[in-house]
């Protein structure tokens, strides 16, 4: 008998508005014999918790909403993570011979045949949303955990791990052979899911420790226990799919590792660190972006400033910021709108992140001689007309760039300093002569990262006049504050995505006059103001006012003047 009526009936009854597009959606999923739930809920038709409820008085079971669940307790010991993973069962209530299973599809049949095979203890069934039960078996189980669950088996039944060097790994190629690949490939996954950047797989004194950077902040990622059991085996798999001797764990490594995940190409840097307690692993996920302004979330005077700076015909624009600010982020953007059939543009870098068509990009290799300076040479001679350099770090190559710019050629690269004015001093304190930094240097552009707002669920925030006063942010602009609150979207954070906070100093006529003339660190900050600068704390509070952010954002990212 077909479950498309009843659980059409239950859809219209949750609040479905589109009768022929459930039944559309459910008879193709009836003839693909695949979940009817599931099909439901992937075509968003129904809000889940509406639905669950629905489902749950159908069906005569209890419905368990948010507030009843624990998604805290350890579960990996009580239940099996491989039949609670594999079919997407929660155990609820475990007591003695007694279980409570939930489920989001009571009309799974085969997780039920599982049960009843593999679970010799009395089962009740109860019905919750999708979204809490997934959620559950994530902080319950661990990335990862039924992949686990087969290595420690195969390990014990002797089993081996075949095939281990692939060049490109594809993430969303099942394997069923119980192996180590799977497990680091639903790491990566998960981590990929989550939006993260950064994978850091770190041994601890008793355990293995897993974390993901999420827009900017570190997270750490429940996994299963004893999983420190396979320490050396994760971090071989690492080091073998990253083409790096697995032998050598006393020096530090780096490589590279090609993914593809949905027929997306995702590249790895991989940068292994010997510890006392075993060799880190940090993993840095490079997806192909699709560089665009608008990405950094610039305002209109901010965007235009550069806009006219990339127009120039010569001269060196720097980005300047510590580690992690997004420099490179905008300085790919920036030759993405340069890229054109008449430009031609050769890049520098250590190392190369993302690739650009249509750009020639060298990777340096001190080992084989060939530095920035030496790339840098070469370069000039290759009759380019914008040259993007990864970063000045010595005298000798700023030196060479500031030759390419006073012959014509537009230079772009980086600087860590603090804030915008501090990239003048930086160079005067590298060598740098300054009739040289003020002939060539066209603008530093400052830049920090801070997270923003989910839009689903940011609210208003009610700060006090003194408060606001004292960290220096404008009352007449108070009204628009909005503060984190999390919800589902953002992972309970309170943010989804970031930004940029700029500072842009022109080297105008009088700020070329007091570079020349070796004015103090104050009195060029003093002109860059009287230019027209806005500092990184003011461009902060003003993305603040608009709802963008948070004032901790910004106080933990700018320092006030």
């Known amino acids: 008998m077909s479950l498309v009526p009843l659980v059409t009936k239950i859809a219209m009854e949750s609040g479905c508005r589109d009768r022929s597009r459930c039944e559309q959606v459910l008879h193709e999923a009836a003839g693909r014999q695949t979940s009817l739930v599931e099909a ?11 639905f669950a409820e629905q489902l749950a008085r159908a069906t005569g079971l209890e419905y368990l909403n948010e507030s009843e669940l624990d ?23 475990l007591d003695g011979k007694d279980v409570c299973l939930m489920t989001y599809d009571p009309f799974d049949l085969k997780a039920k045949q599982a049960v009843g095979r593999d679970l010799h203890k009395h089962v009740t069934w109860s019905v919750s949303t999708r979204y809490q039960i997934m959620e559950g078996l994530r902080r319950g189980y661990g990335v990862g955990a039924e ?26 190629e099942e394997d069923e052979e119980a192996s180590v690949m799977n497990f680091v490939n639903q790491v990566f996954r998960e981590a990929l899911k989550e939006r993260a950047t950064d994978i850091h797989i770190e041994p601890l004194e008793s355990n293995l420790r897993i974390r993901y950077r999420i827009d900017g902040a570190l997270q750490e990622v429940t996994v299963p226990p004893n999983i420190r059991a396979l320490q ?6 690492l080091k073998i799919m990253a083409q790096l001797d697995i032998a050598e764990r006393r020096l530090p490594q780096d490589g590279r590792i090609n993914l593809q995940l949905d ?33 950094m979330g610039l305002d209109d005077k901010s965007e ?3 806009r006219d700076l990339l127009k120039l015909p010569n001269g060196i624009i720097l980005v ?9 982020t905008s300085l790919y953007t920036f030759l993405k709108i340069l890229n054109t059939k008449d430009t031609r543009i050769v890049t520098i870098e250590d190392p190369v992140e993302n690739k650009l068509d249509g750009v020639i990009q060298i990777a340096v290799k001190p080992e084989i001689g060939l530095t920035f300076a030496a790339g840098l040479r070469s370069i000039l001679r290759g009759d380019p007309n914008i040259i993007m350099i990864g970063e000045m770090r010595d005298l000798e190559t700023t030196e060479i760039a500031v030759r390419g710019a006073l012959t014509g050629h537009l230079v772009f690269s980086t600087l860590h300093t603090n804030d915008a004015v501090a990239g003048i001093t930086r160079l005067l304190d590298m060598g740098v002569e300054p009739f040289l930094i003020a002939s060539s240097v066209r603008a530093f552009l400052a830049q920090r990262l801070v997270r923003t707002l989910c839009e689903a669920c940011r609210q208003p925030a009610r700060l006090d006049d003194e408060y606001l006063s004292q960290i220096g942010f404008p009352l007449e602009k108070k009204a628009g504050i909005q503060e984190a609150v999390g919800c589902r979207a953002c992972r309970n954070t309170g943010y989804r995505g970031r930004m940029a906070v700029v500072e842009i100093c022109l080297i105008t006529p009088k700020m070329q006059e007091l570079i020349t003339a070796h004015a103090t660190y104050s009195q060029l900050r003093t002109q860059a103001f009287a230019d027209g600068m806005t500092s990184l704390r003011d461009y902060g509070w003003q993305k603040v006012s608009e709802g963008h952010t948070t004032i901790e954002e910004v106080l933990a990212n700018t320092v006030g003047d």
């Open 320 to 328: 300047t910021g510590p580690t992690g600010s997004g420099k490179s």
């Open 263 to 295: 027929g997306e190409p995702i590249d790895v840097r991989v940068a292994t660190i010997p510890s006392v307690n075993g060799e880190s692993v940090s993993l840095r996920l490079l997806t192909r972006k699709k560089f665009d302004m608008s990405m």
């Open 304 to 306: 235009q400033t550069i």
């Open 40 to 50: 439901l809920l992937d075509a968003d038709l129904v809000e889940e918790a509406a």
């Open 71 to 93: 998604l805290t307790q350890p579960l990996h010991s009580r239940f099996p993570a491989k039949l609670a993973l594999r079919h997407r069962l929660l155990p609820g209530r």
């Open 232 to 237: 050396a085996s994760l971090i071989s798999r």
């Open 147 to 172: 992949h686990f669950d087969e290595l420690i088996e195969g390990r014990e039944t002797g089993g081996d791990d075949d095939d281990l060097s692939q060049e490109v790994t594809r993430l969303d």
